[in-house]
């Protein structure tokens, strides 16, 4: 089945600097790769995503980018804020599965003021 | 609009006692509904997912069993917990038949004493 890595697990930066959260998947079948922000105590929210017919993905501040043939995809976020510290999870989504969700281990980010 | 809620936020719960974990969806049909377990504040993991009433798909062997009764309603339940079943549970909803975003509850928290 399908396997999610993710690194860093902690990542610390200051107020204004870029972070990126990389992760690699096993399932060349896979074709749906969104990125969750979840904050202390809450559900996950999703903040941006990507399919398999996209290299790269921009909203504002974040942007996520696909490399299909190395099977591995990345979140950037420029000009971090306070507001950004949380957990980021990476998911990828086997086809055909009832579109259920693979996640990485998350990643502790961090933004100091 | 759509809306997931989940119940008890919280349960501390003897060994041994059962368990019983509510999640209804508001405002959609037919979705599809999963239960994620996050352990140590950190990684989902899938326990189970519905396509439809009655129709469960387990991910993982353990001491949880999952049953859907009506099409927007998703139950995770034990008939005797362990200390390991400790953590946070999520339940979460997607469209069907479409691969796209999870929209997860608020979660609930057990701890097992």
């Known amino acids: 089945g399908e396997n999610v890595e993710q690194h860093p697990s902690t990542l610390s930066v200051q107020e204004g600097d870029s972070a990126v959260i990389k992760c690699t998947y096993s399932?060349?079948?896979?074709?749906?790769f969104p990125w969750y922000k979840q904050e202390l105590g809450k559900g996950p929210q999703l903040i941006i995503d990507i399919r398999s017919n996209v290299g790269e993905k921009k909203d504002q501040r974040i942007a996520v980018t696909l490399n299909k043939t190395a099977k591995h995809f990345s979140l950037h976020i420029t000009e971090t804020q306070p507001e950004d510290s949380a957990v980021y999870f990476c998911a990828a989504s086997p086809y055909n599965q009832g579109g259920k969700l693979i996640f990485g281990q998350g990643t502790e980010l961090s933004v100091k003021p | 609009s759509q809306t997931i809620h989940q119940w008890p936020a919280t349960l501390v719960q003897p060994v041994g006692s059962p368990l019983s974990l509510e999640c209804t969806v508001e405002?959609?049909?037919?979705?599809?509904l999963y239960w994620y377990r996050q352990a140590a504040g950190r990684g989902l993991q899938l326990l189970f997912y519905s396509v439809g009433i009655g129709q469960i798909s387990s991910e993982v062997p353990q001491n949880l069993s999952a049953s859907r009764p009506q099409d927007r309603q998703f139950i995770l339940s034990s008939k005797k917990l362990l200390l390991s079943d400790s953590g946070f549970y999520l339940c979460?909803?997607?469209?069907?038949?479409?691969?796209?975003?999870?929209?997860f509850g608020e979660g609930s928290r057990l701890t097992v004493l």
């Open positions: 405002g959609t049909s037919n979705p599809n």
């Open positions: 399932d060349s079948a896979s074709n749906y």
């Open positions: 979460a909803w997607s469209a069907r038949g479409y691969t796209g975003e999870l929209f």
